[in-house]
T-cell receptor, first 114, second 113 residues
Framework: AAGVIQSPRHLIKEKRETATLKCYPI?????VYWYQQGPGQDPQFLIS???????DKGSIPDRFSAQQFSDYHSELNMSSLELGDSALYFC?????????????FGPGTRLTVL | AQSVTQLGSHVSVSEGALVLLRCNYS??????LFWYVQYPNQGLQLLLK??????LVKGINGFEAEFKKSETSFHLTKPSAHMSDAAEYFC???????????FGKGTRLHILP
């Protein structure tokens, strides 16, 4: 079965650079979520989109922005990168926005900021 | 607001022994509860979920969890530990009025030979 695809899988950037993470949801899933997992930490919710509109927002820095496109894929744009942005970024997708709909997680993008 | 508390950041059990990972939740609405497993440098895999049906939930790899409303608990168990169970386990909560998942701090399970 098709799974959530994230690209790139690994990304190394310098401080103050910009990074773009991409997420391709499971076909026919209309909702995308982004989570950030720092080293040794639990995943923290950043932002979600339903039908290309932002549906919820968590602890996402103002330096980050995201959107969902007409084909339902999503991109997380991160500017002015800081060392503390080094983390594993997960994307998840679901069919519907209620918690009853299972979120399927991608393998993650590991961002390292030097 | 919803939250989960996992008791014990590290748990060690001998191979073949009972695995018990503790999770307590707090929620003002009926919760949906999950256990995820994360192997080193890998993504999150859903072990099992509770969504207000049967209180005893069976998952993959021989794991199960019981929802106890009176104790606000959702502990994860496995009768006999295997070396391949060594991983980080996250308890998580959401509801039908929410969509984001709130994760616990995680419990690293070590299996002793």
């Amino acid at each position: 079965a098709a799974g959530v695809i994230q690209s790139p899988r690994h990304l190394i950037k310098e401080k103050r650079e910009t990074a773009t993470l991409k997420c391709y949801p499971i076909p026919r899933h209309d909702t995308v979520y982004w989570y950030q997992q720092g080293p040794g930490q639990d995943p923290q919710f950043l932002i979600s989109f339903y039908e290309k509109m932002q549906s919820d927002k968590g602890s996402i820095p103002d330096r980050f922005s995201a959107q969902q496109f007409s084909d339902y894929h999503s991109e997380l744009n991160m500017s002015s990168l800081e060392l503390g942005d080094s983390a594993l970024y997960f994307c998840a997708s679901s069919w519907g926005t209620s918690g009853i709909y299972e979120q399927f997680f991608g393998p993650g993008t590991r961002l390292t900021v030097l | 607001a919803q939250s989960v508390t996992q008791l014990g950041s590290h748990v060690s059990v001998s191979e073949g022994a009972l695995v018990l990972l503790r999770c307590n939740y707090s929620s003002s609405v009926p919760p949906y509860l999950f256990w995820y497993v994360q192997y080193p440098n890998q993504g999150l895999q859903l072990l099992l979920k509770y969504t207000s049906a049967a209180t005893l939930v069976k998952g993959i790899n021989g794991f199960e969890a019981e929802f106890k409303k009176s104790e606000t608990s959702f502990h994860l168990t496995k009768p006999s530990a295997h070396m391949s169970d060594a991983a980080e386990y996250f308890c998580a909560v959401t509801s039908n009025r929410d969509d984001k998942i709130i994760f616990g701090k995680g419990t690293r399970l070590h299996i002793l030979p």
